[in-house]
């Protein structure tokens, strides 16, 4: 498939500008298909837009130039998490503490940090052919600079699925565990999501 253009669209933008322009999205946010995570397809189709409306979330379209594809997605949002240190170098250790709470008893790092809460290709009629997985997280974490230079911080970080090949994904694009998670999730059940950060 030839190379084109993209595009990153809050999806704020469609929706202010009314019942026309949400109904425009509502439409193209159901030609999403990602049936290796029904969930990521899910959030899209039945969330995103909600969670954006009260401010829990914002989700970032990609689009080719010409509207004419949606190629994928991702949401951010600001979440608190608990960090153990043990896990980094004392460089990343005292980065993370200029934006800490430190625990004295436990020695874990208390602090907000930006979440990619979403991220997935469109593999409808193989527009997921357009971007790789990492152009889109890197389109991601474009997109938390941009705020980082707004508002400050300099973590970020995702929980995937317990997935070797996920994890080395993330690790490859220096992302680095730090915790696990119990879920639950529609279609999984209670489930272990695997936490890793990187320092921006």
Known sequence: MENKELVVQNI?????RGEGGEHWLRHVLSTFS?????????FLKEQAIDFTKKNQSVTYTVFTSDYVDLIGYFTITIKPISVNGEAFSNTVK???AR?????????????????????????????????????????AIEKIEEMQYMAGGMVVFLEA??????????EANR?????????????KGIHTLVQLLKVL
């Open 94 to 96: 005292r980065k993370i």
């Open 175 to 187: 992302f680095k565990r730090f915790d696990t998670k119990e879920t639950q999730s529609g279609t």
């Open 161 to 170: 699925e317990n997935e070797e090949k996920l994890l080395e994904f993330y």
């Open 34 to 42: 990602c049936k290796r995570n029904i969930d990521v397809e899910r």
């Open 12 to 16: 704020r933008d469609f929706l202010s």
């Open 99 to 139: 934006v800490s709470e430190q625990n004295p008893e436990n020695g874990n790092y208390s602090l907000s940090a930006y979440l990619v809460a979403q991220l997935g290709k469109n593999f409808n009629n193989d527009v997921n052919e357009l971007i790789t997985g990492e152009q889109l997280l890197g389109l």
